[in-house]
């Protein structure tokens, strides 16, 4: 079966500083591995895939994400965190190899980015 | 603005009351998720949707039901409402054709609050 783990419930960081939102992943086969962020009241909002290829991908607003095969994690990163940045964070795997599987996403990390 | 369109945005009713949530998914989507997020459970995926038929269910409960019809549009039911059922739900979809990924757009989802 299919989970992801978010080890961590809160994330704070000073504003200019890096972030890091760390993601580990369970799944049989090779994985399609996603972000998403949620605003207060809003949807999620894509952010970055890893698919297969460069273990560090790039993402929507200056985020990027390196996929770990041997230690199944896929960390969200960002050089310079900003306080707009504060929001809800969810890693997301489904199995791939063509099935179309439904997400299963991790119970998410609240980002808080202070001034 | 991801193109899912959801309704209504808020709900209030009663114990034991019925419900329907709509989702219009964006065009040329084929694939409609529905999912619940609550304080308690995270993000819940609750049933898969594909041109018209079920294709997978997850944590959806008898009393809750979903058809997708033939525009595309779907709806979730929740029937015997009860405390507990209170949650935002969101509509997903995705083209999920080909060579797709599977990432999923979301709605702005339905906050459902039984009193």
């Known amino acids: 079966a299919q989970s992801v783990a978010q080890p961590e419930d809160q994330v704070n960081v000073a504003e200019g500083n890096p972030l890091t939102v760390k993601c580990t992943y369970s799944?049989?086969?090779?994985?399609?591995l996603f972000w998403y962020v949620q605003y207060p009241n809003r949807g999620l909002q894509f952010l970055l895939k890893?698919?297969?290829?460069?273990?560090l991908v790039k993402g929507s607003y200056g985020f990027e994400a390196e996929f770990n095969k041997s230690q199944t994690s896929f960390h969200l990163k960002k050089p310079s965190a900003l306080v707009s940045d504060s929001a809800l964070y969810f890693c997301?795997?489904?199995?791939?190899?063509?099935?179309?599987?439904?997400?299963?996403f991790g119970k998410g990390t609240k980002l808080s980015v202070k001034p | 603005d991801s193109g899912v369109t959801q309704t209504p945005k808020h709900l209030i009713t009663a114990t034991g009351q019925r419900v329907t949530l709509r989702c219009s998914p964006r065009s040329g989507d084929l694939s409609v998720y529905w999912y619940q997020q609550s304080l308690d459970q995270g993000l819940q995926f609750l049933i898969h949707?594909?041109?018209?038929?079920?294709?997978a269910k997850g944590n959806i409960l008898e009393r809750f039901s979903a058809q997708q019809f033939p525009d595309l549009h779907s709806e979730l039911n929740l029937s015997s409402l009860e405390l507990g059922d209170s949650a935002l739900y969101f509509c997903?979809?995705?083209?999920?054709?080909?060579?797709?990924?599977?990432?999923?757009?979301f709605g702005e989802g339905s906050r459902l609050t039984v009193l």
């Open positions: 949707y594909y041109n018209g038929e079920e294709r």
């Open positions: 997903a979809s995705s083209v999920q054709r080909g060579a797709s990924t599977g990432e999923l757009f």
């Open positions: 799944v049989s086969g090779n994985p399609y």
């Open positions: 997301a795997v489904r199995k791939g190899g063509g099935s179309q599987g439904n997400l299963i």
């Open positions: 890893y698919i297969t290829g460069d273990n």
